[in-house]
Antibody, heavy 122, light 107 residues
Framework: QVTLRESGPVLVKPTETLTLTCTVSGFSLTNPRLGVSWLRQPPGKALEWLAHLFSNDEKSYRASLKSRLTISKDTSKSQVVLIMTNMDPEDTATYYC??????????????WGQGTLVTVSS | DIQMTQSPSSLSASVGHRVTITCRASQSIGRSLNWYQQKPGKAPKLLIYAASSLQSGVPSRFSGSGSGTDFTLTISSLQPEDFATYCCQQSYSVPFTFGPGTKVDIK
């Protein structure tokens, strides 16, 4: 079955760099219709899409955060990594990775990891 | 960015009742609209994709409709496990954006 699992630090200090890893199973990162997205949800707030990566190495980033984000993959390890630089307390949120399926002009997030709460505090 | 709004922000309903939630996009998005259910402390779950297609494994009491800027999620007969927050998401253009959510609780 399809699973995704996020891993990374639960606490980072302001100005530090956050590295999150999404380890996937049950599908291939080489499938042209499938990708992995990173999203986040601050406590009590709406979901926010951050970036996605598809098998053809198509990458897309949230424009307002683009200078701080890097998404990459290691197909041999079935992992997708998100790096976010210069962390700020406003980046405190639950971070999710989600399988992204493309079809007929629509992208949807059909499988999700359990999420990891990242707190930014000194 | 395309802004997504939802109404109502919350509602109370009884088991067995029909529930309708509306989502509106700030510009036309065709049918590039998905609906998710989220329970406290859990990841969202995809219910409806491409405005009206039922995700595999989701009960048929859930349905979606609409195109352009106005969309609707309907639960035909509310069940105890349906009490949750529902949000819409557009995938017409990046950044993909979500609505603020509609919380459905027990009346």
């Amino acid at each position: 079955q399809v699973t995704l699992r996020e891993s990374g630090p639960v606490l980072v200090k302001p100005t530090e760099t956050l590295t999150l890893t999404c380890t996937v199973s049950g599908f291939s990162l080489t499938n042209p219709r499938l990708g992995v997205s990173w999203l986040r949800q601050p406590p009590g707030k709406a979901l926010e899409w951050l970036a996605h990566l598809f098998s053809n190495d198509e990458k897309s980033y949230r424009a307002s955060l683009k200078s701080r984000l890097t998404i990459s993959k290691d197909t041999s390890k079935s992992q997708v990594v998100l790096i976010m630089t210069n962390m700020d307390p406003e980046d405190t949120a639950t971070y999710y990775c989600a399988r992204t399926t493309y079809g007929s002009g629509n992208y949807d997030f059909d499988y999700w990891g359990q999420g990891t709460l990242v707190t930014v505090s000194s | 960015d395309i802004q997504m709004t939802q109404s109502p922000s919350s509602l109370s309903a009884s088991v067995g009742h029909r529930v309708t939630i509306t989502c509106r996009a700030s510009q036309s998005i065709g049918r590039s609209l998905n609906w998710y259910q989220q329970k406290p402390g859990k990841a969202p779950k995809l219910l409806i994709y491409a405005a009206s297609s039922l995700q595999s494994g989701v009960p048929s009491r859930f349905s979606g409709s609409g195109s352009g800027t106005d969309f609707t999620l309907t639960i035909s007969s509310l069940q105890p496990e349906d009490f949750a927050t529902y949000c819409c998401q557009q995938s017409y253009s990046v950044p993909f954006t979500f609505g603020p959510g509609t919380k459905v609780d027990i009346k």
